[in-house]
């Protein structure tokens, strides 16, 4: 496997693995008690952020498989079409691109959020808006675990 493909799965990896914590340091009391964190801090936002970094990650690897390159400037946004024209050639299953898509949108929104509640600081509660980002966290991990296994897989197996 070339040293850039694998460099990307293995960030992807980095990038589930992170969430996974993330997640469990939101909802278990036991492992914030141990760690001083407040019970009411919560991280979902980070998991959702690190779930689409992971299915980035996998795209850029699968693309790079395929020696097809994005850099920057917009790296998100040319990865995302370019990954889209292999679905929209029949050559991947449509179901990931959508996936893609939707964790994509999820991190553009949360930026949106971020400059919204930046520039109106203090009028809402961080931790009851935190809160309500569980199930969006939770489908973002089954997301990325189903689409990075489906792209190493194809990767792998010379896609």
Partial sequence: MDIKVKGYLDRAENELVLAN????????????TRLGISINKTFFNNVISESYYAIF???KAFLISLNIGTSPPEEHKKTYEEFKKIVESRKLDRQLAEIYEEES????NLLKIFFYEKRNRGRFT????????KPFAEQSIRNAKFFCSTIKYLIENNN
């Fill in 21 to 32: 914590a993330n997640f469990s340091l939101s909802t278990e009391k036991e492992i914030k």
């Fill in 57 to 59: 990650y996998s795209a």
């Fill in 105 to 108: 949108n999820k991190a553009e």
């Fill in 126 to 133: 961080y931790n009851i808006n935190a809160n309500a980002n």
